[in-house]
């Protein structure tokens, strides 16, 4: 028995319109189709799952008959599952912080290879929300962006191709997608230049092989105090851990000194499983918490921001702001470009 599932009868809609009447679609022609600018919303959050749909059948074309026997198989657990979130990320409101400020909880990494700027968020939103709703501020002009050391300048909101294409926030607003836009080549950095770019503080970075777990912990439990933002990361040669990816980056968002316990979050929404391919800790969510031993053994380096530290280039923007109040006319920061 065949069995329609959200994603098939959504290509099934839009099939005949796609295909102009033809009985196949290539995976070229669904290229085409998604660098259409006409399209927009739902049918973006369709054709950008629907262009795997192929190879995961194994052939070139998109047919009915490739349908039938994709709903005879009971679907593909990963590419419903994009098509669920892809419709999500479209109902992300046009607005900043519509829920009052950021969450971490919210944070989900896009289709690009921004781990590191998404950890670094994902850990600021938990430290310290306020400096994110310093960072980004709706005005009558717009929105505008702050960077540390930068002059400010408006940009847009998210279209429907960045929201299916970049970090997402979801309900919680459109913040973090505008930081993955405006910021996306800073996702290929390390860690360190990446927390002082959204920051403006210099960072400490400690290999894990020359840490000892005292040291670990001391600093674990300095930086959560003084609300740091903290990044932990695999390396490719790190310890092979169901549910750990390797050369990827994870933001530290707590630590319990009485327990010796890290608490993480995967940008990618992905945490260590057990032999039955469960989540350790029962909550498939993202997060999860680890024993110092554990966090020291699978992870290779980890950057603490230097909150007492700014950069050369943090203190001199601020040094520009404050010249710049001073000055007759000033306005009291320096002026939005477009």
Known sequence: MITQTPFSQAIRDRFNGWSQGRSSLHVTDIEKLLSDPKLGGDDLAVLSVARDLPQQLGGQD?????????????????LEARYRDNLKRLQTPPSLFPEGGPDSNAVAQGQEQNCVLTS???????????????LLSETENGVVLRLPGEKERCVAMPTDRELLT???????????????RELGSIGALKPSKAVQKVTGHKVDQDLMVATSEASLRKKLESAMEKRQVVIAGRGGFDAEVPGLTRNHSYAVIGYDPNFARVRLQDPEGNEPRDADGKARDGDYDGQFSLSVKEFKSWFSSIHYE??????FWGSLFDKLKDSVAGAPGGGGGVPVSS
């Open 306 to 311: 230097e909150t007492d530290k700014p950069s």
């Open 166 to 180: 970049h970090s997402c926030a979801y309900q919680n607003g459109a913040w973090m997608t505008i930081l993955s």
């Open 120 to 134: 670094t968020c994902i850990s600021l939103a938990q430290q310290r929300p306020e400096c994110l709703t310093q």
């Open 62 to 78: 998109l047919t009915r008959a490739a349908l039938d026997q994709y709903e005879q198989t009971g679907g593909a657990r990963r």
